[in-house]
């Protein structure tokens, strides 16, 4: 007794913990609905399945024959059980009941989606019923027939049991005997379940849009003209053998019955199986190129809808292969905002420069981003400083990791465009407290994807703050704390709440601890994509979450997909093989192999309190109004989203991962040349990832002007080569994907162009090389090897970035940043070259502009921007003083003003080596000291320079 209470408190306090989350965080309606209908259809499945089983034991049980003789064996086993007779009576229903009603429970969603439906206003070819019928309707209708066809089973599968235990069904010989009353109760339960069939199979016409065969999803000739029809006369059939059943129950006859179910079997053999064989061997096969057309044409239609590719604009691009002198002119502004700063390999380098603590960490994947810096859009790499506890070692205790460290500090970003002269980035936004370009903001991370799994906040004690805020002071101090005075959790300002969360997390010190009091607040489930995931469970979400400085607040923005696997004539595509690359490891979903998908929703998680807020971005998707029609209230209007929000929105990566991977077959229009596959292209394998890993490049983000464009854009793009279908692909560019991926301005206004795709299609009779060549032209360049062996001395190790594909000049520029690093414990790569191919002339040098201008024979046409420095901090030529390098000099033609310029050098090169003895000793003030008279040098060189 007192362990089933002690569990039931276990439970009930998971419960009661979910009521205070999602209530604290606004969306205790999501819950509520989700126990209301799982807990509604608990009791639906419980009734319709233990009743019927129920009744039908008692029916046969009652009717039983009084004085049937049995024989021995039978009689042992009424004796067995006639003991338990009342218990197995109720008990074998009721235990029945709850498998179905946990059962009918995982179906809320089906349930709610056909009660709350929504019309799409498009039509099937085939039936020429609305696409909302395969969508919300077939779904449920085929759970409902699936639930009733077992009740009905089982009912009647006792009802056997029990009638044969008690003698309403006896063998004689090779006789079989079957009283009235049994006749009559399996002659009428088996005409239920032909009934429920019948409309099954019936329902298994629709069915035919959503299938599979060799050539296409949907119906094709052999389904339109075979299968479906076949399926309708097996419905009628089925009927009319159920009426035929209901016959043997009148008038006590089985044979009419069983030559029905015979002629069923046969008939679904003939007409399901059969018939469609040979309309499809020996009609379809010989002339399947025209025969298919019309079906392959709607599979085409309807995919490509269901993808959201339908609008692609496809442009000839005849690529030249050739570099002319001057041919950057027109693309000056792409090729200045090229992203030389790869946010895959610079991670160690942000840590090494920006981590200043052992518990604090950055992602090894950092996120690109775009923010304006004087008047024009600066594409940086970005990236939030989190916690990391495993950092504090022996520290590591709970008060330390629950109620001291609770919170990562500060944005750190990077000109994506620049490097310092020592191959370092080159931070717009950086330090701790945090300084830069970027505008003020709440610099503290309660809620990142690295957060602990909770933290106590909110409760100083003797009113003096605990929780450390960051690593340096004023007055000596060596660190600031500070207290979170958001709303971010569920309060523990009474004995119960801090009981429920001690069993939650399974602490004790969360109830006896002196530092929890009624002040205190419980932040868990901090990664952005978890809460989002809570509270809007219907969604398919992103796997990047990226941070941004919205509105003076950090701000994780998740996208959210709405999916289907039921849009008739559309191909399916498996989610999680779609998105993975190099970047991006293969995950599991609740809805893996889909056939239809939108970017519906667009969410922001607060890093600071961790408030959710969803916006429909794409109000006209049917599944997104049904699911606003279940959870009322809980997703905002587009037009709420504030300036500063929608000028960081952007086209996400894995729907144009699964868009790019349909429109590899799909950007195929005419259903000839589909049929024939002359023109399939795939994803190239990213050529920078080990030789025995075949997973794919990802897309890049870049700001460019794509042919097509009126100017430069934000955005997203990916490559396509010939898809040689598991044999060895010709490594040559057949097409170029790109979306413009900037949502909007500060201005609040959606970008007319935003989500629009643009599919480059390159000619035949010009080889352009992939990637693959590319990459592999530049491993085996001489002059480009004799390079790397240098830059290989003393054990260092050469580390080539993303490869970039630019449509500039005429044809398609390759840029590739080639990072070194030591074997030190403490070093980190350093960009100390670039690669440019185009065509098949390649250049390797120090900066983009000079292996630009060699490629094109010195007259590029444009400035690419590579800079060592921003200009704001370049005081001599395009570099800073390198640490622990020479100083660069010039001349003025003015002996004064040259001796100020060296001197004021001087004091640079002395403050950048006081900023890295600093940093070594972890001295944050010093650090500051020195950062200051770096910058008043570099001031007083612009204004000498300037002059």
Not at 620 to 632: A, G, M, N, S
């Amino acid at each position: 007794m007192i362990a089933g209470l002690v569990i039931i408190f276990f439970v009930f306090a998971g419960f009661y913990a979910d009521i205070l989350w999602f209530d604290q965080l606004g969306f205790l309606s999501v819950l509520t609905t989700q126990w209301l209908a799982g807990g509604v259809l608990f009791l639906i499945g419980f009734v319709a399945m233990a009743v019927p089983v129920w009744v039908s034991i008692q029916i046969a049980y009652r009717l039983r024959p009084v004085y049937a003789k049995l024989n021995s064996q039978l009689d042992r086993y009424q004796q067995v059980i006639e003991p338990l007779r009342r218990l197995a009576m109720y008990g074998i229903p009721a235990l029945l009941g709850l498998f179905a009603g946990v059962a009918a429970a995982t179906r809320w969603q089906v349930v709610l989606m056909w009660l709350n439906r929504t019309e799409t206003g498009r039509i099937d070819p085939q039936f020429k019923l609305d696409i909302s019928f395969y969508l919300f309707e077939l779904p449920f209708f085929h759970s409902v027939l699936g639930f009733a066809s077992a009740v009905v089973f089982i009912s009647a599968l006792v009802a056997a049991a029990t009638s044969y235990l008690y003698g309403s069904i006896r063998v004689s010989g090779r006789e079989v005997l079957v009283s009235k009353a049994a006749r009559v109760q399996i002659a009428v339960t088996a005409a239920l379940y032909l009934l429920l069939q019948a409309v099954s199979i019936w329902l298994d016409q629709y069915s035919t849009l959503t299938n599979t065969n060799d050539l296409i999803t949907g119906a094709g000739y052999t389904d339109v003209n075979a299968t479906i029809p076949g399926r309708a006369i097996l419905a009628g059939i089925a009927a009319i053998v159920a009426i035929l059943f209901i016959l043997t129950a009148v008038i006590g006859r089985w044979r009419l019955p069983i030559v029905g179910t015979a002629l069923l079997i046969v008939s679904s053999l003939l007409l399901g199986s059969l018939y469609p064989w040979v309309v499809q061997r020996f009609q379809v096969v010989p002339s399947a190129k025209t025969l298919e057309e019309p079906y392959i044409q709607r599979n085409i239609d309807l995919t490509r809808d269901a993808y959201d590719v339908a609008d692609v604009e496809e442009i000839p691009y005849n690529a030249t292969t050739t570099a002319e002198p001057g041919a950057l002119r027109a693309d000056a502004e792409t090729t200045a905002n090229i992203r030389i700063l790869d946010p895959a390999l610079v991670s160690d380098a942000f840590s090494q420069l920006e981590q200043f603590k052992q518990y604090y960490q950055f992602p090894q994947n950092l996120d690109v981003d775009r923010y304006p810096i004087d008047g024009k859009s600066q594409d940086t790499v970005v990236t939030v400083r989190d916690l990391n506890l495993a950092g504090l070692n022996a520290g590591n205790t709970w008060v330390n990791s629950t109620v001291v460290y609770t919170h990562g500090y500060g944005v750190v970003a990077a000109y994506g465009n620049q490097r310092s002269a020592a191959g370092q980035p080159v931070f717009l936004e950086s330090g701790i407290p945090t300084t830069g370009s970027l505008p003020d903001y709440e610099p503290r991370i309660y809620f990142g994807e690295t957060s602990p799994p909770y933290s106590i906040v909110g409760a100083p004690k003797d009113s003096k703050p605990v929780e450390l805020d960051y690593p340096s002071g004023t007055d000596g101090a060596q660190q600031t704390y500070t207290t979170f005075d958001g709303d971010g959790g569920p309060k523990l300002d009474n004995a119960f709440n801090k009981l429920i969360y001690a069993l939650k997390f399974q602490s004790e010190q969360i109830f006896l601890a002196n530092a929890v009091n009624e002040k205190s607040q419980i932040l868990y489930d901090r990664d952005p994509v978890t809460r989002v995931q809570k509270v809007a469970p219907y969604l398919t979400l992103d796997s990047d979450a990226y941070p941004s400085i919205v509105d003076g607040k950090v701000k994780w923005i998740v996208d959210g997909y709405t999916t289907s696997a039921d849009y008739p004539y559309s191909t399916s595509v498996g989610l999680s093989d779609a998105i993975a690359d190099t970047e991006t490891p293969p995950q599991p979903f609740a809805l893996d192999n889909i056939n239809y998908m939108r970017n519906s929703v667009k969410a922001t998680v607060d890093a600071y309190d961790g408030k959710v807020t969803l916006y429909a971005w794409d109000d006209e998707d049917p599944l997104l109004k049904t699911w606003q029609k279940i959870f009322p209230t809980t997703v905002k209007p587009m037009s709420e989203m504030s300036g500063d929000l929608m000028s960081h929105v952007r086209y996400p990566a894995d729907m144009f991962k699964v868009q790019r991977r349909v429109l590899g077959k799909y950007h195929v229009t005419d259903p000839g040349s589909f049929y024939s596959v002359d023109d399939a292209w795939t994803t190239p394998n990213d050529p920078v990832s080990p030789s025995t890993n075949t997973t794919l490049q990802p897309p890049y983000y870049l700001t460019m002007q794509v042919p097509g464009q009126e100017k430069p854009a934000f955005s997203l793009y990916s490559t396509f080569i010939p898809d040689a279908s598991g044999a060895t692909s010709r490594n040559v560019l057949t097409g170029y994907l790109a979306v413009d991926a900037d949502a909007g301005s500060t201005d609040g206004k959606r970008a007319e162009g935003y989500g629009k795709l643009r599919l480059l299609n390159l000619p035949e009779d010009v080889t352009v090389p992939g990637p693959g060549q590319v990459q592999a032209k530049f491993n085996a360049d001489p002059t480009v090897s004799q390079q790397l062996n240098l830059l290989k001395q003393g054990q260092s190790k050469v580390l080539n970035g993303n490869l970039l594909t630019v449509p500039v000049g005429g044809g398609l520029l390759y840029v590739q940043p080639v990072y070194v690093q030591s074997t030190g414990e403490t070093s980190y790569p350093l960009l100390q070259k670039v690669l440019v191919a185009f065509g098949d002339q390649i250049a390797f040098e120090d900066t983009l502009d000079k292996a630009l201008d060699v490629l094109f024979g010195g007259d590029s046409g444009a400035s690419a921007g590579d800079t060592d420095v921003p200009p704001s901090e370049t005081p001599v030529e395009g570099e800073a003083p390198a640490e622990g390098g020479t100083t660069p000099t010039t001349s003025t033609g003015d002996p004064a003003t040259d001796a100020q310029i060296r001197s004021l050098l001087a004091e640079a090169k002395l403050a950048v080596t006081e900023k890295q003895a600093a940093l070594t000793t972890g001295d944050f003030a010093a650090y500051g000291v020195a950062d200051k008279k770096l910058n008043d040098a570099i001031a007083k060189l612009l204004v000498l320079l300037d002059q």
